[in-house]
């Protein structure tokens, strides 16, 4: 299996752009969770789904943010209008189920700067 | 009060050194705990698991959990430049959210 794939890699954008970070799971896993990573803040869950329904989105900062899992071999986080403080390196990660002993494994991320 | 609390670092040792990282929490009810490492430019990948109080070993590894401190430590043996990396604790009541830590970068000197 190739892991977790999410696209783009790099993202670089001016303040007001509407971003869209794409993600497609591990086949056969039922939970998929997107992270924000910063400095400040470190890595914070924003929203996670379960079979496609978003279940706690209490992590999304702002109406800004959006999220979807149209199936079950993709998601995407949106950001409009984005914000410099928007920049971060945001993960999505999957796991088969929600246990503690389900191991989310991690995609690579994708690095957003908004200027 | 951050639920869980961890020094950033970083922490450079020298090849050969023991390591010891280091988180605490504050919510009694945290049952799970784990260690990720994560390289940099890469995702955190999950190291070590545990769930009771004590001591876990994987090779060079040891996972230890101190519930009545509510503190949580990792051992790393015969430190290698390979192991350079941020580690992250992370928590988890049982079927909630897992909560990290925010990672201390160690350096590994060769």
């Known amino acids: 299996d190739a892991g977790v794939i999410q696209s783009p890699r790099h993202e670089v954008t001016e303040m007001g752009q509407e971003v869209t970070l794409r993600c497609k799971p591990i086949?056969?896993?039922?939970?998929l969770f997107w992270y924000r990573q910063t400095m400040m803040r470190g890595l914070e869950l924003l929203i996670y789904?379960?079979?496609?329904?978003?279940?706690?989105d209490s992590g999304m900062p702002e109406d800004r943010f959006s999220a979807k899992m149209p199936n079950a071999s993709f998601s995407t986080l949106k950001i409009q209008p984005s914000e410099p403080r928007d920049s971060a390196v945001y993960f999505c990660?999957?796991?088969?189920?929600?246990?503690?002993?389900?191991?989310?494994?991690f995609g690579p991320g994708t690095r957003l700067t908004v200027l | 009060q951050k639920e869980v609390e961890q020094d950033p670092g970083p922490l450079s040792v020298p090849e050969g050194a023991i390591v010891s990282l280091n988180c605490t929490y504050s919510?009694?009810?945290?049952?799970?705990f784990m260690w990720y490492r994560q390289y940099s430019r890469k995702g955190p990948e999950l190291l070590m698991y545990?769930?009771?109080?004590g001591n876990k070993e994987d090779g060079r590894f040891t996972a230890q959990v101190d519930k009545s401190s509510k503190y949580i430590s990792l051992f790393i043996r015969d430190s290698q430049p390979s192991d350079s990396a941020t580690y992250l604790c992370?928590?988890?009541?049982?079927?909630?959210?897992?909560?990290f830590g925010a990672g201390t970068r160690l350096f590994v000197k060769a």
């Open positions: 990660a999957s796991s088969r189920g929600f246990l503690s002993t389900d191991t989310q494994y």
């Open positions: 086949s056969g896993h039922d939970y």
């Open positions: 789904f379960n079979n496609n329904v978003p279940i706690d």
């Open positions: 919510n009694s009810a945290f049952q799970y």
């Open positions: 545990t769930y009771s109080s």
């Open positions: 992370a928590i988890q009541t049982g079927g909630f959210k897992t909560i």
